[in-house]
Structure formats: C-alpha cells, structure tokens
C-alpha cells in the first residue's frame, strides 16, 4: 500500500464535500479541519483496490493548467497515463443522443487529430463522447476521458469496455473520490475540467439544452478556442451548436481548421511519409478532387498498371478512397 | 409379314434402343402404333404414308401395327418415320432384298420423301456404339455431326427412296469418313476481341484473373459501360476446348436442337446470355422431357447474366446447385436427366436501379433504401459463389484519355493458359484442377500467407469494412493473381490486389 501524507490525506477527505466552493475552502484549511486523517485510510484502501491513484493540489505533479481555476479540485483521481495532461488537448463534446452524421464527424475530428498528435478529451459519455474516444483510440492517439462520478463506478454501463481501454491506453480522470455517484450538478462542474485543460472546445453535435453548451460556455469564459461543426438546419439535435455558430463558435469543416488554430501548420494534404510517386498522385487527385484513374495516369505520367497499384496500395492504406465506377478522392482524415 | 429395324431415341443425353416391329395382316386398313409414342410419333403415320407414295411405292391397304419396344418407356420426336416408313415397305414385301439387320436407323420423313435432320444425332450415335452398333443411317443433313464418332460407320441418306436402295445393295454407298477435331483450326471465330475494349483497366485485369483461376466474376458499372462487350469477350481469352469438352458440349447442343448443321461440333466455348425474364426450367432445363437448360447450354464456357437483380430471385437461387456441382438435376414425371453444367458465371449489374450511382456525369436519382434493396437482391449465397466483384469504369468516350491501343485477346490468353498449366500441375489427380475449387483441405495447402500478407488481409477488414465470407474468396484470388505472375508464395501485393475485387462486400452502398 502506498504512503499518503497527512496533508495528501486531508485533501482526500476534503474531496468528498459535494458543495464546490465549500469544498476548496475545506482544502485550503485542510490540516486544521481533519485532525483525524486516519479516517481517509479507508478511502485509500478502496483506491487500491480499484487501482486508482490521486494527486492533489499540493504535489508537485499536479496539473498546472488545473491550478488557474477559480476552485481547482484538492485533489484529482486517475488511472493511467498522467503525463498526458502536459500533451495538446482538445475537448470534444456534443449531444448522448447524437445523430449518425454527428457522431461520423466526432469520430473523424478525433482520429484525424489524434493522428497529428493531438489527446482528445471528452467525457466518456454515449453519443458524442464515445465516439470522439473511439475515434483517436482507432488512430492508435491519446486520450482523456474526465467522468463525473467515482472512479470505481462506471457510468455509462455501455461503455465499460471502452472506459477499460482509456484506462489501459489514456488516462481517466476525477475530482470525485470513489463511491461517488454520478448525480445531475456533478456534469457542469466535470464539464469546467473538460475545458481548462485543453487549448479549444470542438462541439460536434448538441441539442437545445444539452451540457455540451455548458463546456462551450466554460471555454469562452477560460478564453479558449470554441470550435463548431455545422449541423443539418432542420435536425433538432443540431439547434444548440447551429445556434452557437451563429453567436461565438468557429465553423470548422476540416482537420486542418483546428491544427490552424492550436498553432499548427495546415499543409493541406497530409504527405509525411509517402513516396515520390505517391505524392504525385495525392497532388493530382488534391487538384481534381475526384478523379479516375485514367485521368491521375495521364496527369502524373505514370502508367496505368503501376498508378492502379499504387492507388491500390493508398487505398489500403486509408489516404484515398475509392468510388463507384473507379473514381478516388483523398481521404477526409488526410486534409 | 413382320419386319424388325432398329433405331434409338434419346432420354436425356443418353440414347435409348427402341426396336421397332411392323406387322402386317389382313383385315380392315388402318394403323395403330403402340409401344408409348409421343404426339410426335404418332403423328408419323400421315408422313410416312405421303412419303411412301409420294417416293413412288405403294402404301399397303392392309391392317399395319407399329410396335416401339420397349414398351414400357416413353418415346419421343420424329426420328422413327425413316425407320417405320422402311419396316413398312420391307413388311410389305416391296422391298425383297433388304439386308438391314445390322443397321440403325434414324430419320425424319417429309410428304414429299426426303428425309430432314433431327436432334441428338451425336449422342445417339456415341450411346449406340457402347452398345456395339457401329453402322448408321442417319439424314444427309446430319452428316458433319455424325463424322465426329470415331468409328462409326454412317450412311448419310437424302431421300426414302436413296434409303431403299441403300438396304437392297449397300455397293454403291461409301460411309462417311471420319474427321479429326483441331482446335486452332476451327476456334478463334468468336467476332470479338479485347483489342476492341478501350480502358478499363481493373475490369480487364480483373477477367483476365478470373479467368485463370476458374472463378466467377461480377461487373459493376452504368449501363454503356461495356460490361457485355467485355463479357462476351470472356471467350476469347479462355484456352481451347479438347476434343473430350468439344463432344460433350456438342451432345448438349445437338439434344437442345441449337447445333449448327453446317460445322457439326461446338468447337468455340459458348456463351449463352438468358434474358433476365427467364425462367426456372428455362435456366436449368427442363419441360415434359427435361430438355437442358441454359446453365447446361454453356457448359464448359460462359453463362453471361446481363442486369442480374432483375432476375427472378427464385431463378438465381436455382443456380446454385450447378455452381457447386458442375451438373444440373432435372426431374421430371416421365423421367430425370442429369445435364453437364460447369461453366464460368459472369454477371453485370447497375450500381443502382437508374444506373448513376456514383458517375461523376450523371445524376442518380436513387434514395438509399432504393439502392440497398436494388443491391440485396443478389443473395448472399450466391454471392459467396462470385469470387471477383470488379466496378467497370463509368466513364464517357471523350473522358477517356487512355490513347495507348489495348492487348488483344491472344496476348492475354498465353498469361491464362500458363497459370491453368501451374494449377493443373498442382490439382494433378484431383477432380477439380483451378482454384476456384479448393477445398479447406487445399487452401491450408496452397495458401498459406506470409505475415506481410496476412498483415495486409487482416487491414483490409478493419479498414474497408470486409464481412467474413470475403476472408476465403479473397485468398484464393490471390492465388491466382500469384499463379499468373509465376509466384509459388503469395506475397503482400497479391492480397492487396484481391481485396480490390469485393466491392459489394464493402458495404459501398450504406
């Protein structure tokens, strides 16, 4: 069993009044309020068990970007990768009921930028949430997700499998002590940790009323990037993020619109690590748009036989896609 | 007076003895034939009596019993007429010195006395000599069929009357002689060529492997696009029947009465391209005498399903059986036949029911549920019987930019032959000698991937989407695609190559 320090101790139990405020104020006098911090062994004992580790306010390891909130967390339980906090990050947020187009463009936003390198962080809920953590897993890229209850717990059921993948592969993060049920007041609390530490806010898809505009709020008021897909003007799962475009949000289409933004180079086609001929073809295609075969040979001089190879070999390789009648275009997740 | 003359008729692609008796006796003229004759026989008996007057003999005013032994099974077509109009005369002593024991017989007979072809001379005759008769009278316009049976001894007839006269003194009459059957000299004659197809790269490439490794193939593509063009020039590249295949889709042809008189054998491989309107029986024979169908029609070539979600799903599902046997099973009341049936499917479909799908052109005006239904209409057992599903190019003749002249159909056929010798070598004593056929047993065998290339199989079904019946399919094209480049291991690129050609396994269409 890991040693605690006694002030470590104290902000465990500091951690577990549900009022925010008064939950900082209990930390910032922690030693003073729990004299008796052998009560937090048992807390410690239940973290073990579940393989929960804790970092609170006072380490040294303790997240800075954490630390410029107004009432910053006494202590933050995780499992996994904690360095992943130092990374770029993105929060990706959006409606648990999601329409399919939502959660093809969560997914796609995700893995595209976990390609270059980007955490994606999002809140292990269904919908939106999901598919962004899927989305960067699929591209073998980091990821955070931040939940609104204990650790021990999970929440949603559906997702166990997934949240036992983040733990493996990314990090998952609390400022709930285990035990701690997932009631309505905790999400817009969860939600201002989603936007602190990352450098923008992708909406993908919300609602009306939907706590993906809490987050988009939070980012605003924490000057972060607030970034938005547009959405389909007659579905009602959109009217939340069309709405935010129209007042605040950056309406952004492809990969290469946020990579701008998080001070990134947008190089249009993405042609790290092809070869000569391959670039050609990617470039020839980029000019056309969509175009056949037979178009990419005579444009690039390449001869017909070695082009269907390549395109074959691109194909596999998820840069180029192809279409009825042997059209390719480039792949969404390469611009 | 009685008089016995042998002749055959034909149960399914056998031929079947039938005796046939005629007896003459006095009493009230008339004529009964017995012995279970079809409308067809029975109907011989005004031809034969025209025929007999009309070839200057007398047609005896005597009671006349026609006997077609054996009695018990059912007879069909006109072939008998010759024959009875022969007994007849010999019964009737008009004909006195008839020497006809060791002929068989065989003939329509017209009003006027000549004798008229009929079907299925080829495989009577071959039946006729497993029986250990070797002598023939057959119709003069069945001769080029008939000199293709080693062996026989045939007397082509024009007339009733030639007929007469070959029985009473065989001195003037020589037997046709017999031809051998050469391949090259004959074949090639298909009209086609796929120097006539311009572009099409992959649809090309794609029949060319199909081809090699006896696997049946599906085009995808706008109607316009050539895909019957190119499906009709399967043929072309296929290798040359043998003798032995040449005979055994020739006996089918001659049975369904499509022969052409004028050649004789089948010598081309055929194509047959059913309507998609056709019906069961239509596709795999059958009818009160279970005639064959068109899957037996082109056996050992191409059976061409232009449009195929239109047909019947009924009709398609019906293909099944030939496609994994090779024979087709026809029952009928009176009798069941089992028909040859192994040829090379080629199918071509629209990407969608207005054909647009997909062009960059053209509108399609298809909803999605329209195109998905359009696209399940094809089974997925059926499907698991088209190893290469290969997207024709949708594209305009002025859009084509490919100006290089295309490979003609030879250049190809010398790649096929050489990966049909590496797979023969390897199938060597087995039934099935192409790839299309291995069994479990085979592909743990023949197919065994490296890690490269299992890499690349096991990519392709994460990153396009591929259902689990495309695993094998997919491996035995490779094996061909390596077959045709000489390769005995089949590396990375061949599988990368194979899993180009499972379109509709990629779920393209949701």
């Not at chain 1, 270059?116 to 598919?131: H, K, P, Q």
């Not at chain 2, 026609?66 to 077509?77: F, I, Q």
């Not at chain 2, 930019?401 to 096929?416: G, H, L, Y």
Request: with cysteine; net charge neutral.
């Amino acid at each position: 069993m890991k040693e605690y320090q006694a002030y470590q101790k104290a902000f465990i139990l500091a951690s577990f009044e549900t009022d925010l405020k008064k939950r900082c104020y209990l930390a910032d006098n922690a030693l003073a309020n729990f004299r008796r911090t052998s009560e937090a062994d048992k807390v410690i004992a239940k973290m073990e068990k579940y393989g929960i580790s804790v970092i609170t306010s006072e380490d040294d390891e303790y997240p800075g970007r954490l630390q410029q909130l107004n009432y910053a967390p006494p202590a933050l339980y995780y499992k996994g990768n904690l360095d992943l906090l130092k990374t770029d990050c993105v929060t990706i947020v959006g409606s648990r009921r999601a329409s399919r187009y939502g959660v093809e463009a969560a997914e796609y936003f995700a893995s595209g930028l976990a390609e270059r390198g980007i955490t994606i962080v999002s809140g292990l809920a269904m919908g939106i949430d999901a598919a962004a953590h899927r989305g960067a897993l699929k591209s073998k890229g980091n990821t955070i997700a931040i939940m609104a209850c204990g650790l021990d717990r999970v929440y949603p059921q559906e997702n166990a499998e997934l949240m036992e993948e983040i733990a493996q592969k990314g990090l998952l993060l609390s400022e709930y002590p285990p035990g701690t049920p997932p009631l309505a007041f905790r999400f817009p609390e969860r939600n201002r940790i989603m936007a602190t530490i990352s450098k923008g806010v992708l909406v993908a898809e919300a609602g009306k009323k939907s706590g993906a505009l809490i987050t988009a709020d939070c980012a605003l008021e924490m000057g972060k990037e607030l970034w938005v897909v547009p959405g389909n003007i007659f579905s009602r799962s959109c009217e939340g993020s069309n709405e935010l475009l129209k007042e605040c949000g950056r309406l952004v289409t492809r990969i290469g619109d946020i990579i701008a933004d998080t001070g990134g180079e947008d190089d249009g086609v993405n042609l790290v690590g092809l070869t000569e001929n391959e670039k050609l073809v990617l470039e020839a295609i980029d000019r056309e748009g969509t175009a056949h075969y037979s178009r990419l040979a005579q444009d690039t001089g390449i001869s017909i036989p070695d082009i269907a190879k390549l395109l074959m070999k691109l194909e596999l390789n998820g840069i180029v896609k192809r279409h009825t009648g042997n059209y390719y275009s480039i792949a969404k997740n390469r611009h | 007076m009685l008089s016995k003359i042998k002749s055959y008729t034909l149960e399914g692609l056998m031929g079947l003895g039938v005796d046939i008796e005629i007896d003459i006796n006095a009493g009230l003229p008339g004529y009964e034939t017995v012995g279970l004759p079809d409308a067809a026989v029975k109907e011989s008996r005004e031809r034969v009596r025209a025929a007999i007057k009309n070839s200057g003999f007398k047609y005896p005013t005597k009671r006349i019993t026609v006997n077609l032994a054996p009695a018990d099974s059912k007879k069909e077509g006109a072939l008998f007429d010759l024959p009875i109009a022969l007994g007849i005369l010999i019964a009737g002593d008009q004909l006195l010195k008839a020497q006809y024991k060791d002929l068989t017989i065989l003939g329509e007979l017209s009003l006027d006395g000549t004798v008229r072809p009929v079907n299925g001379i080829m495989p009577i005759l071959i039946s006729a000599m497993q029986e250990g008769r070797t002598k023939f009278v057959i119709p003069l316009g069945n001769q080029k069929e008939a000199s293709y049976v080693e062996g026989a001894e045939v007397y082509p007839v024009a007339t009733l009357r030639e007929a007469c006269m070959l029985l009473c003194d065989r001195t003037g009459f020589i037997p046709i002689p017999t031809k051998k059957f050469t391949p090259t000299a004959e074949s090639n004659k298909y009209g086609v060529d796929f120097a006539d197809v311009k572009g099409q790269f992959f649809a090309r490439r794609a029949i060319e492997i199909a081809v090699a490794g006896g696997h049946n193939i599906l085009m995808i593509g706008p109607p316009g696009a050539g895909k019957t063009l190119m499906a009709k020039c399967v043929p072309t590249i296929m290798p040359d029947m043998t003798f032995e295949e040449a005979i055994e889709v020739t006996k089918i042809h001659s049975v369904a009465g499509i022969l052409d008189a004028n050649k004789g054998i089948v010598s081309t491989r055929p194509f047959r391209a059913p309507h998609h309107t056709a019906t069961i029986p239509a596709l795999t024979g059958g009818g009160t005498f279970a005639r064959p169908g068109e899957v037996s029609l082109a056996h050992n070539g191409v059976l061409f399903l232009d449009e195929a979600p239109e047909y019947q799903r009924r009709t398609l599902e019906a293909l099944r059986q030939p496609l994994e046997d090779g024979v087709v099973t026809v029952s009928r009341a009176r009798l069941t036949a089992e028909y040859p049936a192994r040829f090379m499917l080629v199918a071509g479909m629209n990407p969608c029911p207005c054909g647009n799908f997909g062009s960059m052109t053209r509108e399609c005006r298809c909803t999605p549920s329209e195109i998905r239904r359009y696209v399940n209409k094809l089974s997925g057992p059926l499907l698991d019987r088209i190893d290469l599903h290969v997207e024709v190019d949708g594209i305009s003749y002025d859009e084509l930019q490919d100006e290089t002249p295309s490979e003609d159909s030879a250049a190809i056929k010398a790649r096929v032959e050489a990966a049909r010798a590496i797979q023969r070598e390897r199938f060597e004593g087995k039934r099935n000698h192409t790839n299309s056929g291995m069994d479990n047993n085979d592909l743990r065998k023949y197919c065994r991937l490296d890690g490269p290339g299992d890499r690349v199989l096991r990519e392709a079904y994460e990153r396009l989407n591929l259902t689990a019946r495309a695993g094998t399919r997919i491996i035995k094209v490779a094996r061909t695609i390596a077959d045709l480049e000489g390769a005995s291991q089949i590396k990375a690129e061949h599988v990368a190559e194979a899993v180009q050609y499972r379109s509709l396994d990629r779920k393209y269409w949701e």
